[in-house]
């Protein structure tokens, strides 16, 4: 490796890192306005993204390329469909995200963005038809113990991990099947659901019940910066994407979630027992392998029959 894909391959880990991190303390932001309901601070953060979005095209002398791929989107009714869908599931994510974080269930929101990748493989497998490894299924089979541990022990369905991480999976999952760049996907995604999200906030003004006011300069500011909140960490991914392997990013994803779990016990204080704790072990166990699958040194424990069978992909 030269001094040159040295130094881009130290920006990739930076860029991606640093989008992780971002991602893992963005509960601190929702919690700053915790007092607007999770609806409205949801019908902001997709305004403001689309605006800011807008921006940073703008900067980047992208808008030729949106308009390209805006007019061959219309013209292809499958990833028109599949963008919209898209756009509805990551509308959900992001929705359940803002509920959790305001609701105390920090530790839970943690937990579904941890089983999310497994949740990817999963339907890359059901949807794809990909192939899973020995360790792969193994990884899945540890998960599960973990989450239906919880779900036994509390009596109820941890929904919110659940939830996260299945609309985050689809979202990923339409997102590869229509194969549109980040930033102009994300831009996309944002101008079909901000018609919407106007018509609620504009509802709000009638009623006299909306939060964003000049007289709460705070609030007002701090809905607007949503936009930039969401957006920041895509584009540092977009970059660090582009530079390191995809195995270097399946690593560094793991951030975002373990920053959250410490917030939501360390300073939130929210409940984590030693159930909590067991299930987790599982989890972290069976993301460890799943890591570890495609890599020599579980490969040589891998069954011969299994081996031969199975892709790695």
């Known amino acids: 490796m030269n001094d040159n894909q040295k130094r881009e391959q130290v920006a990739g880990v930076s860029a991606g890192a640093g989008a992780y991190i971002l991602w893992g303390f963005l509960p601190l932001y929702w919690k700053l306005i915790n007092h607007v309901p999770s609806e409205e601070i949801l019908a902001h953060r997709m305004i403001w993204s689309f605006v800011f979005m807008l921006i940073v095209l703008g900067i980047l002398r992208r808008q030729k390329k949106f308009t390209q791929e805006l007019k061959e989107l219309f013209a292809n009714r499958k990833k028109l469909l599949g963008l919209i869908f898209a756009a509805v599931f990551i509308t ?69 991990a659940i939830s996260l991480a299945l609309s985050f999976g689809l979202y990923g999952l339409l997102k590869k099947l229509v194969a549109l760049g980040a930033l102009t996907g994300l ?23 909306s939060a964003f006011q000049f007289a709460d300069l705070t609030t007002t500011l701090l809905l607007i910066g949503a936009g930039v909140a969401t957006a920041v960490p895509l584009l540092l991914f977009a970059t660090g994407a582009n530079r390191i392997s995809l195995s270097m990013i399946g690593f560094l994803q793991y951030i975002a979630p373990t920053i959250m779990l410490f917030l939501g016990i360390f300073l939130y204080n929210e409940v984590f027992s030693q159930v909590h704790l067991i299930a987790f072990m599982f989890i972290w166990i069976a993301l460890s392998i799943f890591t570890l699958a495609n890599t020599r040194l579980l490969a040589r424990f891998e069954p011969r029959l299994t081996k031969a069978k199975s892709y790695h992909g």
Do not use: D
């Open 92 to 160: 959900l994510n992001w929705y359940t995200y803002i509920w959790a974080v305001n609701n105390n269930h920090v530790v839970e929101a943690s937990l579904g963005y941890y089983i999310n990748p497994l949740v990817s493989v999963l339907l890359g497998v059901l949807v794809l038809k990909e192939r899973l490894s020995f360790w792969q299924i193994i990884s899945f089979i540890l998960a599960a113990v973990g989450v239906l541990i919880l779900t036994i022990h509390f009596g109820s369905v941890p929904w919110v």
């Open 187 to 209: 831009t996309i995604e944002t101008l079909f659901i901000t018609p919407v999200a106007l018509l609620y906030v504009s509802m709000l003004e009638v009623n006299g019940t």
